[in-house]
């Protein structure tokens, strides 16, 4: 049974370009959140997809975007890079909207904007 | 914002000691969860402990909660230099719907 799984594992962007992150659920899973985590820091949660709906979103700005398809994957897009936008991207599923529900996380995007 | 903070930032012990790491957080919560990072990867999930339970324990490890004093701690028991790596203590506030909000981070060195 796959994990979660996100490509790419890492990417190089300059500022101002745009760039898609993909994340698959764990089999079984219909929830997807995405986070960002910066050097040394936890990871800041952005936004929780479920049933193809936005459902919960942190303090990130509109240049943060998501999508979650039918097969419950998902896809954060940031525009507009800046410097600050370089971190890791971790994207994990669980089962449900329930806070009760274990989160899975996958290996992250490791996203370096020059 | 970090809503938690974990205490200390940084520990280091000889292989077969005790890893003591504490967690405090602002809010109400409904759970708080404890999770392990290797090297900037993905986190693994290790302990829930839901609002209304102090204490819960998963082979080596022991967590405790104290909501009124909105502190958690995990407990390492016999460490090993596969326990090596960042801990997070990540907390869900009261309303139902997860929002998992993560502290800063412990980072624990097992020295062999």
């Known amino acids: 049974d796959a994990g979660v799984t996100q490509s790419p594992t890492h990417l190089i962007k300059t500022r101002g370009q745009q760039v898609t992150l993909r994340c698959s659920p764990k089999?079984?899973?219909?929830?997807v959140s995405w986070y960002q985590q910066a050097l040394g820091q936890g990871p800041q949660f952005i936004f929780q997809?479920?049933?193809?709906?936005?459902?919960q979103r942190g303090n990130f700005p509109d240049r943060f975007s998501g999508h979650q398809f039918p097969n419950y994957s998902s896809e954060l897009n940031v525009n507009a890079l800046l410097l600050g936008d370089s971190a890791l991207y971790l994207c994990?599923?669980?089962?449900?909207?329930?806070?009760?529900?274990?989160?899975?996380f996958g290996p992250g995007t490791r996203l370096t904007v020059l | 914002s970090q809503q938690g903070e974990e205490d200390p930032q940084a520990l280091s012990i000889q292989e077969g000691e005790n890893a003591t790491m504490n967690c405090s957080y602002k809010?109400?919560?409904?759970?708080l969860q404890w999770y392990r990072q290797n090297s900037g990867r993905g986190l693994v999930h290790l302990i829930l402990i839901r609002s209304n339970e102090r204490e819960k324990h998963s082979g080596r490890l022991r967590v405790t909660l104290d909501t009124s004093k909105k502190s958690s701690s995990l407990l390492i028991t016999a460490s090993r230099a596969a326990d090596t790596a960042s801990y997070f203590c990540a907390t869900d506030p009261s309303g139902g719907y997860q929002k998992v909000t993560f502290g800063t981070g412990t980072k624990l060195q097992v020295i062999p």
């Open positions: 997809y479920y049933e193809e709906e936005e459902r």
């Open positions: 809010t109400s919560i409904n759970n």
């Open positions: 994990a599923s669980s089962f449900g909207l329930s806070s009760d529900n274990e989160q899975f």
């Open positions: 089999s079984g899973h219909d929830t």
